[in-house]
């Protein structure tokens, strides 16, 4: 009887033990978090940035923030860590997330982000402000929510990438700057074909190139204390303008058109006799 009894208890808990043996076999999903350092940098002419979090999930229905993988906030400040910089000497950068909810009703999913970038000198005076704002949705049955809110809030951070920067080249350009250093002075030569201006005292000068004539040496063959007859100009350059555009490009000229109508001899209308004739008026009275 025992015997019978352990072998019935061992069967009603066979079920329960393979199907802990088969979820023991799954392995949970992992995701990697969002970085955004593969992107541009955005260089700012201040002298630090600043994080901060102005929005504060609720974290009850109908807010699933708390079930993504990759959390928006956690996302919108990565993307202020990895792109901003600041080189300058004065003044901040204040990054600020106003929105980062996602929220479930039924079978719709809405995600809204967004961020603002205020430029704040150091007396605290706003000196600039950028703001960006992208929004997401999903519909339809969610078979697996940690996995689509990863991916809806990987989308929505791509968005924010190019909203963000556009804002700022838009409202911010003032403040962008490039960490490279000027570029060397070219020097300009007249195009009317004068010398260019003489080179500083002491500065270097180039030797002339093979098969260049040997300038003249100061004091061969002249007499002593005469100076050196200067270079003479050279002569300038006619200039001539070509009428523009040239003959073979006009028109032929065209006759002239005849007034119309043309001037020939009218002739003159005919009188009109009186009216009524003599005849047949009634003769004057006595």
């Not at 002419?45 to 994080?51: D, S």
Request: hydrophobic share 40%; net charge negative.
């Amino acid at each position: 009887m025992p015997a019978g009894y352990l072998s019935r208890r061992c069967a009603l808990l066979l079920p329960l033990a393979l199907a802990a043996c088969a979820g023991g076999g799954e392995q949970a999903a992992t995701y990697e978090p969002l970085r955004f350092n593969y992107l541009p940098p955005i260089q700012l002419n201040v002298a630090k940035i600043v994080i901060e979090q102005r929005f504060v999930p609720a974290g009850v229905p109908p807010d699933v923030s708390g079930e993504d993988p990759a959390p928006p906030i956690a996302a919108l400040r990565a993307m202020a860590a990895d792109r901003l910089q600041a080189f300058g000497t004065a003044n901040q950068a204040v990054f600020a997330i106003l929105d980062a909810s996602m929220t479930q009703t039924g079978d719709l999913v809405r995600g809204a982000f967004a961020v603002s970038l205020t430029i704040v000198g150091d007396n605290g005076a706003q000196l600039g402000y950028a703001e960006a704002r992208v929004e997401g949705r999903h519909s339809g049955p969610v078979d697996d929510l940690p996995s689509m809110l990863y991916g809806m809030t990987k989308s929505m951070m791509n968005d924010m990438n190019v909203e963000f920067e556009y804002q700022i080249h838009r409202s911010l350009k003032a403040w962008l700057t490039s960490a490279t250093a000027p570029e060397a002075p070219v020097q300009q030569a007249p195009l009317d074909g004068s010398q260019p201006a003489p080179a500083a005292p002491g500065a270097a000068t180039a030797p002339p190139g093979p098969g260049a004539a040997p300038g003249p040496t100061p004091g061969l063959g002249a007499a002593p204390g005469a100076a050196a007859a200067p270079n003479p100009a050279p002569a300038p350059v006619p200039s001539y303008t070509p009428a523009y555009p040239p003959n073979y490009l006009q028109p032929p000229p065209q006759p002239a058109t005849p007034a119309y109508p043309p001037a020939y001899p009218q002739a003159s209308p005919p009188q009109m006799p009186a009216y009524p004739p003599s005849y047949l008026q009634a003769p004057p009275p006595e």
